[in-house]
């Protein structure tokens, strides 16, 4: 699911990274010790080692999410501190404050930006924290069987891992299998102590659809790798799932379809639209606007959380129409960096520091995933969809905006022939389908509720009346 570490709000990290490398290089105390903060209810603990001389070192513990003691990479150039996560790819960018007790900065992974700050020798929050409730996670015992599996993908020589589900009761019965969003997504969509597809999947086998669920190539228990990985590399993992899943005894094959959320669901409809493709497919917050168009509409949705200036709105929207056209038309990678880079730097100012934090970003702008996202067109894959759909979008999702991408679904369903096709917008829900107050992605955690039941029984009940004996 998303998609959710994955949009960079990259006027704000320009604007931080630049401003910490052209501070003045004067010697300062230590930064050995303890140093906690939180994103959301999610607490973080950075234990840094900083001697006077030899290497810098640091350890991350997040125990919410049982980890403990992972290396990061330590730099601190005058009043900037840089931790970095190689695995995840993932790095803290901030400044010391006055008194030297506090850091101040935010914590960037994939291309999500959320502020962070750490404080010295704190109360041992990080360590005594309980994870924050989270009360539809589904708990044993359960009324359906549940199964630990693995097929292959033949075409890419992946074999990927899953947990299949079916009913107790006597079969054959319909069945689905569940796509998350863009990026490394084990197979409950896990994220931020949230598991919507272990909610997702629990109730619907407790309506009697056999559920597949599935981690991504290079997570948990599946093989490959997410590097230069696409959705297209994805539809074929959706194929392999179809087949293993139509393979199996008690299900009905000829009743067998994809839930795909966000970017799942681009790779949802690229498989429709393939001979053997599903019978029915339920798309969760899937773009149904040109990549581009979609990527523009999520930062301004993004910046309106923040600020009503018309002339803001306008500059937000003038430099992401830029990046994009720099990166559609610049094929060469090396290249379109340095275009980026030119675009961001015009001055030249900034400090190595500065454009060493800078290159990851400007990677994962030119990466194959992003590219294939910018230049992705739902007009043209949508209308060889000829199964029933089911399409939902939030009200208050600001990453894929459900009126401007369910209309545009809705408009090339419609063009290429498709007559069973059931289009909502959920009031009051996020990109995740849950209840919010703004949408924003920073509430995804402050949340407890993982899926909404509303949208829950939406999908249940279209599944019902799509499935029927």
């Known amino acids: 699911m998303p998609t959710f570490f994955r949009y960079l709000f990259c006027t704000a990290v320009v604007a931080l990274t630049v401003a910490a490398g052209t501070r003045a290089q004067t010697a300062r105390p230590s930064l050995t010790g303890d140093w906690f903060g939180t994103l959301g209810p999610i607490d973080f603990a950075m234990h840094l080692t900083d001697p006077a001389t030899g290497a810098r070192s640091a350890t991350l513990d997040i125990p919410a999410q049982h980890v403990q003691g992972m290396a990061m990479q330590f730099t601190a150039p005058g009043d900037s501190v840089y931790l970095r996560l190689a695995r995840p790819v993932a790095q803290f960018a901030g400044r010391r404050s006055a008194d030297d007790q506090q850091l101040v900065g935010e914590w960037q992974q994939g291309l999500r930006v959320l502020p962070l700050t750490l404080s010295r020798n704190g109360s041992n929050a990080a360590a005594a924290t309980t994870p924050p409730n989270r009360p539809q996670t589904p708990q044993p015992p359960f009324p359906y069987q549940a199964a630990d599996i693995t097929f292959k993908n033949e075409q890419a020589n992946v074999t990927l891992a899953g947990t299949y ?224 759909v089911l399409a939902l979008g939030g009200s208050k999702d600001m990453q894929v905006v459900a009126a401007q991408n369910l209309a545009a679904t809705t408009a090339a369903l419609r063009a290429g022939g498709n007559r069973d096709v059931t289009v909502k917008e959920l009031p009051g829900l996020n990109h995740l389908f849950q209840t919010a107050k703004t949408g924003g992605p920073e509430e995804y955690a402050l949340i407890e509720e993982t899926f909404a039941p509303a949208a829950l029984q939406v999908i249940g009940d279209w599944l019902m009346q799509h499935t029927a004996k």
């Open 165 to 388: 589900t079916v009913p107790a009761d006597k079969g054959p019965f319909p069945a689905v299998i569940l796509l998350t969003g863009s990026g490394p997504q084990d197979r409950n969509g896990s994220i931020l102590n949230h598991q919507p597809f272990a909610v997702l999947a629990d109730y619907l086998a407790r309506r009697g659809l056999a559920v597949l669920r599935f981690d991504d190539r290079g997570v948990g228990q599946s093989g490959g790798t997410q590097q230069g990985m696409t959705s297209a590399d994805y539809t074929t993992d959706a194929q392999a799932a179809l087949a293993w899943l139509r393979a199996q005894p008690g299900i009905i094959k000829s009743q067998v379809g994809f839930i795909g959320h966000s970017a799942g669901g681009t790779a949802a409809i690229g498989a429709a639209g393939q001979a053997a493709g599903p019978n029915f497919l339920v798309l969760l917050a899937a773009p149904g606007l040109a990549g581009d168009e979609m990527m523009v509409q999520q930062f301004l949705a993004l910046t309106r959380l923040k600020t009503n200036s018309a002339a803001q709105l306008a500059a937000v929207e003038k430099m992401q129409r830029t990046i994009f056209q720099i990166i559609q038309k610049t094929a060469d990678d090396a290249q379109a960096r340095a275009q980026l880079l030119a675009l961001f730097d015009p001055t030249h100012s900034a400090s190595p520091q500065v454009l060493a934090q800078l290159e990851p970003q400007l990677a994962a702008y030119t990466s194959p995933f992003y590219r294939h996202l910018l230049a992705d067109r739902p007009a043209v894959s949508l209308p060889k969809v000829r199964c029933p």
